[in-house]
């Protein structure tokens, strides 16, 4: 059997892929990758399709054992050691050992196995949504003695021509991480002051330890409202920055809640989800605003340089 066992899961690593969406309706998050650039890249360099299951790793590396040759692909954050390269596909043999360690640069880092991992799909996806226990392996986060089935059964010969073109340096240049955050106008600009996405714009703010995959909380300037009345519960979105009545604002994340009751001053642009993903606790962070074209011309330029650097 094609498998991978977990010697050491890490601090907080599940199986992952581009999300569950479609089901916000009846309360379901889309979850997924908290980096999904990262996780493509990954996926693209052992040639997997975009969307195959792969690991995502949180803060600490995992130490996986390959039970069988198999190519796989790191990137992301590093992962505190310099003897296996991030991305650019790896050959592991069988019976290896791959020790992560701590991870740097970055709070997330991802690992893909040519021909994907095995793990139920629920309402088509295989991301883990832990705060419902569902999805992934066993809806939960890897546990030592996890044995993971790999469909890949032909050895590390497989991604070769797959990513032979991938250009190393370009990738790591896409998706490094960024601490200034573009940002589009949110549905309740108007519920805070003249001024205050501009004054929200050239403050500096600092993610907080309550921070996790349902939302980042900021500390930082105060933003004030201008309406105090309530707001009905309505949809949010992935990348919401809602203003809770402390003024501090959240980054509604992967794991967030479909709906929320406070006022969405702006909302993290499609292209800079990935950039959310990267954050540490204790970094600090600032925003800028794009109008809705240039969101879309920016997701337009990251998929260019995205197959570019694929050849493409």
């Not at 996986?64 to 991030?86: K, Q, V």
């Not at 009545?245 to 809640?257: S, T």
């Not at 204790?282 to 990251?302: C, H, M, N, T, Y």
Request: charge should be negative; proline fraction near 5%; aromatic fraction near 6%.
């Amino acid at each position: 059997m094609s498998a991978i066992e977990v010697v050491r899961p890490g601090a907080f690593s599940t199986i992952q892929d581009l999300g569950r969406f479609g089901w916000a309706h009846l309360g379901i998050s889309p979850a997924g990758a908290a980096d999904p650039l990262s996780l493509r890249i990954a996926n693209r360099l052992v040639g997997n399709e975009d969307n195959a299951a792969v690991i995502e790793m949180t803060l600490t590396g995992a130490t996986l054992r390959f039970r069988s040759a198999c190519t796989i692909a790191l990137a992301g954050a590093g992962i505190g050691t310099d003897s296996i390269p991030t991305f650019e596909p790896v050959e592991m043999r069988a019976g290896e050992e791959l020790e992560c360690e701590h991870l740097r640069d970055g709070a997330r880092s991802y690992l893909a196995v040519a021909d994907g991992i095995l793990v139920p799909q629920l309402l088509g996806s295989a991301a883990t949504l832990f705060a419902a226990g569902c999805g992934g392996f066993k809806g939960r986060p890897l546990r030592r003695g996890d044995i993971l089935e790999t469909g890949a059964d032909v050895g590390p010969v497989h991604a070769a021509d797959a990513s032979h073109a991938a250009d190393t340096a370009r990738l790591r240049a896409l998706a490094r991480r960024r601490a200034m955050i573009r940002v589009s106008r949110g549905p309740h600009h108007d519920w805070f002051g003249a001024d205050a996405l501009a004054q929200f714009c050239a403050a500096t703010y600092r993610v907080t330890t309550q921070s996790n995959r349902m939302g980042l909380r900021l500390e930082g300037e105060v933003v004030a409202r201008s309406r105090m009345d309530e707001l009905l519960t309505e949809g949010v979105s992935l990348g919401a920055i809602q203003i809770p009545p402390n003024g501090q604002p959240i980054v509604l994340f992967v794991d967030q809640q479909t709906t929320g009751g406070y006022p969405v001053l702006a909302n993290v642009i499609s292209a800079d989800l990935h950039c959310v993903g990267q954050l540490l606790p204790g970094d600090a962070v600032r925003f800028k605003l794009v109008s809705i074209p240039e969101a879309l011309q920016a997701l337009r330029e990251q998929e260019r340089a995205l197959a570019e650097a694929f050849g493409k």
